[in-house]
């Protein structure tokens, strides 16, 4: 008898127990950014994190990526304390880091390439992740010659090609305007959902693993945004910090809109209504202490 997807229980694909990060001010003082924050992301969810602007949430996510020892506290992955950079997530910064020398498809076969990756194999791969963000027809451009929505779905492809279990993301569509937004948006969830898919079928196909231990059938996301909007609309779940300093988590969140999920509508339903109406309830509290202390 087969096994299900859901008869074994997985560790969590990154956790945060009791983690506090402090900073040395140039007067020699220190400045604690945030503190005691426990989090359990789940493999294969989608995890937002919002707060007020300097609340932490970049060093939370730098934390992870193993840029930044914890002051105090542990980071695990897949069970393992995290010692140094964190070789099982890629980073998706608010600014991309494509090189300006180099094509389209040279930087998305970048990883591959450093990876000792033959250089038919790796512009293969990248051809056919260009073709998945829906630039086949820019290969051979260079970043100057794209738009800021095009530069971002190549830094997506970038991060994707790398198969690794955790994606960060640090406010990625921060600086595109409101629909060029939402365009990324969906085409994030949809490589996800994707990615979810052939996951899925690889582990059904694969009886030596089902026998061995649950697949994951989704990529692990942890979502930093100061959008609430954003938060939900992508996210399983919404975890909320508090103003800072020493910021801490103040509220978790499950998200239970259906998926897949049409951006374009999700918005003016009750349900995210209603949830958005939940969250900014402590969110706004939080962004009123944060200006008091600015």
Same mark, same amino acid.
């Given at each position: 008898?087969?096994?299900?997807?859901?008869?074994?229980?997985?560790?969590?694909?990154?956790?945060? &127990?009791?983690?506090?990060?402090?900073? +040395?001010?140039?007067?020699?003082?220190?400045?604690?950014?945030?503190?005691?924050?426990?989090?359990?992301?789940?493999?294969?969810?989608? +995890?937002?994190?919002?707060?007020?602007?300097?609340?932490?949430?970049?060093?939370?996510? $730098?934390?992870?990526?193993?840029?930044?020892?914890?002051?105090?506290?542990?980071?695990?992955?897949?069970?393992?304390?995290?010692?140094?950079?964190?070789?099982?997530?890629?980073?998706?910064? %608010?600014?991309?880091?494509?090189?300006?020398?180099?094509?389209?498809? &040279?930087?998305?076969?970048?990883?591959?390439?450093?990876?000792? +990756?033959?250089?038919?194999?790796?512009?293969?791969?990248? &051809? /056919?992740?260009?073709?998945?963000?829906?630039?086949?027809?820019?290969?051979?451009? !260079?970043?100057?010659?794209?738009?800021?929505?095009?530069?971002?779905?190549?830094?997506?492809?970038? $991060?994707?090609?790398?198969?690794?279990?955790?994606?960060?993301?640090?406010?990625?569509?921060?600086?595109?305007?409101?629909?060029?937004? %939402?365009?990324?948006?969906?085409?994030?969830?949809?490589?996800?959902?994707?990615?979810?898919?052939?996951?899925?079928?690889?582990?059904?196909?694969?009886?030596?693993?089902?026998?061995?231990?649950?697949?994951?059938?989704?990529?692990?996301?942890?979502? =930093?945004?100061?959008?609430?909007?954003?938060?939900?609309?992508?996210?399983?779940?919404?975890?909320?910090?508090?103003?800072?300093?020493?910021?801490?988590?103040? /509220?978790?969140?499950? =998200?239970?809109?259906?998926?897949?999920?049409?951006?374009?509508?999700?918005?003016?339903?009750?349900?995210? +209504?209603?949830? !958005?109406?939940?969250?900014?309830? =402590?969110?706004?509290?939080?962004?009123?202490?944060?200006?008091?202390?600015?």
């Amino acid at each position: 008898m087969g096994v299900g997807p859901h008869a074994y229980k997985e560790m969590p694909a990154l956790e945060l &127990d009791r983690v506090c990060r402090d900073f +040395v001010t140039p007067a020699g003082r220190t400045y604690r950014a945030i503190e005691d924050i426990s989090l359990a992301v789940e493999a294969g969810a989608f +995890v937002a994190i919002v707060g007020p602007s300097g609340c932490g949430k970049s060093t939370l996510l $730098n934390v992870a990526a193993g840029l930044l020892p914890p002051s105090s506290g542990r980071v695990r992955v897949d069970g393992v304390d995290l010692v140094g950079l964190n070789r099982r997530a890629t980073y998706m910064f %608010q600014q991309d880091a494509l090189l300006p020398w180099k094509t389209v498809r &040279d930087n998305v076969a970048l990883g591959l390439t450093l990876a000792g +990756v033959a250089r038919a194999e790796s512009h293969a791969r990248a &051809d /056919a992740w260009l073709a998945r963000v829906g630039l086949t027809a820019f290969t051979a451009h !260079y970043p100057a010659q794209l738009s800021g929505g095009m530069r971002k779905r190549v830094t997506m492809a970038q $991060n994707w090609i790398i198969d690794r279990g955790l994606m960060l993301m640090d406010e990625p569509f921060s600086a595109l305007d409101v629909h060029t937004r %939402q365009r990324m948006e969906s085409e994030l969830l949809a490589l996800w959902d994707e990615a979810t898919a052939e996951l899925a079928e690889n582990a059904e196909n694969n009886h030596a693993l089902r026998a061995q231990r649950a697949p994951r059938f989704k990529r692990t996301v942890l979502f =930093v945004t100061h959008d609430l909007e954003e938060a939900i609309a992508l996210a399983d779940e919404v975890v909320v910090l508090s103003a800072g300093p020493a910021s801490r988590i103040v /509220a978790r969140h499950p =998200v239970t809109l259906d998926r897949p999920r049409d951006l374009m509508e999700l918005r003016t339903t009750t349900a995210f +209504v209603d949830l !958005y109406r939940a969250l900014w309830a =402590v969110l706004r509290e939080e962004v009123v202490k944060s200006q008091r202390h600015a």
